[in-house]
């Protein structure tokens, strides 16, 4: 009986040994250099006579004007929106003004979208709106913003999905981009 288990014994250990053989065979195939010789960034200083770390040279890291947050920039109003943002800082910003009567649930500058909580007016309580604003780039343009806008309404104390006119969305762009006009003659003078 011992032998038995013996030879069993000798079983798991072979086909552990052929696992670990085989797991060890398929890490080494994911890492094949194909001949390519890795350049570390030592290499590129002792062959070029930079160093790889070195940003400075190439304007910092994020890019040669840097990261303007505070708007002391030297590039011009119209081009970079005046702050270092990824969006233009004249739709940013009037967005902000045109939904501020309404609770914000999140708000990225550099992705350009502002989503805000549902609110229910105080001459409608049992509805409520939610809005969500996307600023599509760095220009002031027209087509450079988009405005979403979900309706509730409170039938039998659960709130059921409703219809949203089809001019809400156009109509608070329009006052978005209306507010950013302002903005950008405000900031010329």
Known sequence: MSSVMISRDRQQRRGVTVLAVLLALSLAACGGNSGNRTIFPDDDRRETGRD?????????VFGPGGLDIFGNNDTPADTAGGTGIGVNAF????????????????????????ITDWY?????????????????????RADGVRARVFRQVNGG???KDAQVGDTTGIDLENAILTRARELRIAALN
């Open 52 to 60: 790889a770390y070195d940003v400075a040279s190439e304007g910092g």
């Open 91 to 114: 739709l940013w910003r009037a967005s902000l003004d045109t939904v501020s009567f309404m609770p914000l649930s999140s708000a990225d500058p550099f992705g350009g979208v502002i």
């Open 120 to 140: 229910s007016p105080p001459e409608s309580p049992e509805e409520r709106f939610k809005v969500n604003v996307f600023i599509l780039g760095r220009d002031l």
């Open 157 to 159: 104390g659960t709130w």
